[in-house]
């Protein structure tokens, strides 16, 4: 026991005894809810902030995700791109097809004097076959069900083929065999070209649907004035040319079509629609070719 008011050694009370609950300081060294300063960054050394923090958004997969740099989601673009690419070689195996099938039937028309003489003599064959060209070819073209519809769009477009090939084989067999190899490798040449052509160069033909519509009508109209100014044969010489530098820019839309990254392009489920238009310009400049080197071939 100590008397009152004598302090127990060691302790120093300013008022004797124990302190009065709540004699302790207020606790104020946490700053209140919400007014913490923002996050810009922390540094391992010490020294508090150290520069703006690095916001990291990834996107499926574990991809980064943003807008560019650093963060960047090419994953839509390269999807993107893999569709695109898969269209494209979907049309081309389709397209080697349909034309592998119109050459073997060209060979047999051409190749064998009988059916060639045959088929010289009796044009109904290429009535027939461009009949049953344009009723399939309406029906691709107008009726978006029937083009999308498997297997009847694969049955459509063989009909087609045949129509078409059978156009392209009763028109040949009235041209000497020689005519149609050259023009048979005249086609697949400048449709190579062609094809290297649509795909580098940066003029969007794809722009320019309207103007080819107008230099088409154009053609018909020039054409009858040809024929009714000039000779048969320079007139249709002129023609055929005329109509091939024709055909040749379709084929330059309808390949820019196809490409896509331009202003306009073909749906990837347009697969047919795309072998269709890219074959019928390919058939129309091997029959421009052939009345060419026809006439060339007179006139040396």
Do not use: H
């Amino acid at each position: 026991m100590y008397p009152q008011g004598q302090q127990q050694p060691g302790f120093n009370y300013a008022y004797g005894g124990y302190p009065q609950q709540g004699g302790y300081p207020p606790q104020g060294g946490y700053p209140p809810q919400g007014s913490y300063p923002p996050q810009t960054g922390y540094s391992p050394y010490g020294g508090g902030q150290a520069g703006p923090q690095v916001n990291l958004n990834f996107g499926p997969g574990g991809a980064p995700a943003g807008g560019g740099g650093f963060g960047a989601d090419p994953t839509g673009l390269f999807a993107e791109k893999a569709i695109r690419q898969a269209f494209i070689s979907k049309v081309y195996s389709m397209l080697t097809l349909q034309l592998i099938f119109t050459s073997v039937l060209i060979g047999m028309f051409v190749l064998n004097p009988e059916t060639k003489a045959y088929f010289a003599r009796s044009q109904g064959w290429m009535f027939l076959g461009f009949a049953i060209f344009l009723v399939t070819y309406l029906i691709l073209v107008c009726v978006e069900s029937a083009r999308r519809s498997t297997p009847l769009n694969l049955i459509l477009l063989f009909v087609l083929t045949f129509g078409y090939g059978l156009v392209a084989a009763v028109t040949s067999c009235r041209y000497n065999t020689q005519v149609v190899f050259f023009a048979f490798i005249a086609t697949g040449v400048s449709c190579f070209l062609i094809a290297l052509f649509a795909k580098s160069t940066s003029f969007d033909m794809t722009n320019c649907g309207t103007t080819l519509c107008l230099i088409g009508l154009g053609n018909l109209v020039i054409g009858l004035i040809l024929i009714a100014i000039f000779p048969a044969k320079t007139a249709s010489l002129l023609l055929a040319i005329s109509g091939a530098l024709l055909a040749s820019l379709y084929l330059i839309f309808d390949l820019q079509l196809i490409m896509g990254g331009r202003k306009c392009e073909l749906s990837p489920e347009e697969y047919i629609l795309a072998c269709v238009m890219l074959y019928t310009d390919i058939i129309q400049i091997f029959i421009y070719l052939l009345e060419i080197f026809s006439r060339l071939s007179d006139d040396s």
